[in-house]
Nanobody, 116 residues
Framework: VQLVESGGGLVQAGGSLRLSCAAS????????MGWYRQAPGKQRELVAT????????YYARSVKDRFTISTENVKNTIYLQMNSLKPEDTAVYYC??????????WGKGTLVTVSS
C-alpha cells in the first residue's frame, strides 16, 4: 500500500486547509485510515481515524469540532478538512493505513504551517 498526502501549506490563524491522502496498491488489505501529526520537537500524535467504510472512529480532543475526517472510497482517498486553524496546529501531517492484522502503512507527510 502506498499513501500520498497533499494539501499542506501556509495559512493564517483562523483559516482552513483540506488535506488529501490517496491510497494505491493493495488497498483491499486495509480497513482503517487516519491522520497523525508531528510538531517540531514533539512526538507524533493521532489526529483522527476513519474506517474505509466511512465510520469515524476517533478525533483528538484538540481538533474536535474544528477538523473533519472523511473518505471517498471510490477514489481510495481520505480527507482532513481543517477549519479555525491555530498556530499550535503547525506540524507535519502523516496519512496512516492499517490492515486487520495491524500492518501499518505511512505516507511521507505534508507540512502545515499556521501563522499567528
Amino acid at each position: 500500500v502506498q499513501l500520498v498526502e497533499s494539501g499542506g501549506g501556509l495559512v493564517q490563524a483562523g483559516g482552513s486547509l483540506r488535506l488529501s491522502c490517496a491510497a494505491s496498491g493493495s488497498t483491499f488489505s486495509i480497513n482503517v485510515m487516519g491522520w497523525y501529526r508531528q510538531a517540531p520537537g514533539k512526538q507524533r500524535e493521532l489526529v483522527a481515524t476513519i474506517t474505509t467504510g466511512g465510520r469515524i472512529l476517533y478525533y483528538a480532543r484538540s481538533v474536535k469540532d474544528r477538523f473533519t475526517i472523511s473518505t471517498e472510497n471510490v477514489k481510495n482517498t481520505i480527507y482532513l478538512q481543517m477549519n479555525s486553524l491555530k498556530p499550535e496546529d503547525t506540524a507535519v501531517y502523516y496519512c496512516n493505513a492499517v490492515s486487520p492484522d495491524d500492518i501499518r502503512y505511512w505516507g511521507k507527510g505534508t507540512l502545515v504551517t499556521v501563522s499567528s
